[in-house]
T-cell receptor
């Protein structure tokens, strides 16, 4: 069964304290792994797509990496405005258009 | 930029009412999706559509129906609202060959 597990559930950092969020997945024939950011009361905002092991994508203080079993979202020198829930999702060969979602990591960055 | 809009940000309805949630996207996307999001349960797919007048059930279709008469518009219908349908409802769209989905702002529905 396709599955996505995110850890930790919640993370509190001090401003400037770098860390990583984890997304472990089980899927048959990965067609893509997706990272989203969600602010309270709003819809998820697309960040990155990763397609194959070894691939990396960067945007400002965020860097996403992918292996055959997991993905990491590295946050370098975070700022309070990076506080949000970060969601991971995968699309497998058997699911085509549908995404399998993790429950997210709630990140709080204190000034 | 992809833009997905939803008809209401907040909605309060009574038990038994028929509820319509509308979603419009302006990027000519073939695929459209309806999710609900609840604390501790994450995003759950209700229905999706990959073409006009086409629909497929997601993981939790019971109590819901959908309509897609035009490519840009996808409606979610609660035939007889119940309190357990109180939730955040999110619409998304995507291209057929690219699976990344773009979301609307969400509708917070409360059924009393």
């Amino acid at each position: 069964e396709d599955q996505v597990t995110q850890s930790p559930e919640a993370l509190r950092l001090q401003e400037g304290e770098s860390s990583s969020l984890n997304c472990s997945y089980t899927v048959s024939g990965l067609r893509g792994l997706f990272w989203y950011r969600q602010d309270p009361g709003k819809g998820p905002e697309f960040l990155f797509t990763l397609y194959s092991a070894g691939e990396e994508k960067e945007k400002e203080r965020l860097k996403a990496t992918l292996t055959k079993k997991e993905s990491f979202l590295h946050i370098t020198a975070p700022k309070p405005e990076d506080s949000a829930t970060y969601l991971c999702a995968v699309c497998g060969a058997g699911n085509n258009r549908k995404l399998i979602w993790g429950l997210g990591t709630s990140l709080a960055v204190n000034p | 930029d992809v833009k997905v809009t939803q008809s209401s940000r907040y909605l309060v309805k009574r038990t038994g009412e028929k509820v319509f949630l509308e979603c419009v996207q302006d990027m000519d996307h073939e695929n459209m999706f309806w999710y609900r999001q609840d604390p501790g349960l994450g995003l759950r797919l209700i229905y999706f559509s990959y073409d006009v007048k086409m629909k497929e059930k997601g993981d939790i279709p019971e109590g819901y129906s959908v309509s897609r008469e035009k490519k840009e518009r996808f409606s979610l219908i609660l035939e007889s609202a119940s309190t357990n349908q109180t939730s955040m409802y999110l619409c998304a769209s995507s291209l057929p060959s690219i699976n990344e989905q773009y979301f609307g702002p969400g509708t917070r529905l409360t059924v009393t």
